[in-house]
């Protein structure tokens, strides 16, 4: 009687352990055909939304995977080792809405990256990656809220310009807290930039501009200066030359004029 039941048990045991891998199996198919990267988990989005939700964080990429199902929502490639984002990165993913870069060593944002998500995006987390400044073309007007903190942000005259330049959310900008400065003295470390009001940073800029501006104009001073100064010598001698020759005229012939002017007058 113990006999069969032990046989049944193992057997059950067995039978579980098939069905197991069997739904891992199945899982692994589906996986597959609804076409999610390589290493990412793929779900669809919980709610009434339409679209997926990828995670595709701390897999040590490099690159941005390429076969991104069209219909995400959510993607998330946070904790990653991506150093750019190239033009187009996410242009064919019309529905993206939230996009997670943060804890990468992002350096560069070139162009057009996040070209094609000016209607969608929402938000935007650019944190702790290697970005020194902004570069308004990369953005091309998109308006999502951004998290740009935990970057060593590099404050100069580019970056001063750049800014009035995004469509970005104005709260994202007071995540721009300056590392280095240039000029390097311009102090305000640790504040948000947006926060330092009145310091300007491209002031160097002008003042090297007006500088430039002096020099040339005090060069054009010279020239016009020295020619005159050659003018009036050059008349000078003229003159004196013309006054001996006056001089060495003899007086007989200036007093036969003066007659004949006379005669003429009267
Ligand atoms: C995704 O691509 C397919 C086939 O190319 C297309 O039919 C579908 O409309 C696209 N979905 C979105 C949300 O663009
Ligand atoms: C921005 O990101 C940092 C770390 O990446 C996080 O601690 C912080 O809460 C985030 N801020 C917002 C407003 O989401």
Redesign the pocket.
């Known amino acids: 009687m113990l006999l069969p039941s032990g046989w049944l048990l193992r057997h059950s045991v067995v039978m579980w352990l098939l069905f197991h891998s069997f739904v891992l199996m199945t899982l692994c198919f589906h996986h597959a055909a609804t076409s999610c990267s390589k290493g990412c988990y793929c779900s669809d989005s919980e709610g009434s939304f ?2 997926k939700t990828m995670r595709c964080s701390n897999l040590h990429l490099t690159e941005i995977p390429q076969d991104i ?3 995400t929502r959510r993607l998330y490639l946070d904790y990653n080792l991506l150093t750019s984002i190239p033009a187009n990165a996410f242009h ?4 993206l809405a939230e996009l997670d870069l943060s804890h990468n060593e992002l350096s560069l944002l070139e162009p057009g990256a996040f070209r094609g998500l000016t209607a969608s995006l929402k938000f935007l987390d650019l944190s702790s990656n290697q970005l020194k400044t902004l570069d308004p073309d990369a953005f091309d007007s998109v308006r999502a809220r951004s998290n740009l903190t935990g970057n060593p942000w590099h404050c100069d005259c580019r970056l001063q310009t750049a800014l009035p330049r995004l469509d970005l959310e104005p709260v994202s900008l007071t995540g721009i807290v300056c590392q280095t400065f240039e000029p390097s003295d311009a102090g305000a470390q640790g504040v948000p930039f947006l926060l330092a009001k009145d310091l300007d940073l491209c002031v160097v800029l002008k003042k090297t501009t007006d500088v430039a501006m002096l020099v040339t104009m005090f060069g054009w001073f010279t020239m016009v200066i020295s020619y005159l100064v050659y003018y009036v010598r050059h008349n000078q001698e003229d003159a004196r030359r013309h006054l001996e020759y006056l001089k060495s005229l003899p007086s007989r012939q200036g007093k036969s004029e003066e007659s004949s002017t006379i005669s003429t007058v009267v």
């Open positions: 339409d679209g199902p069209n219909d064919d993913l019309p529905l």
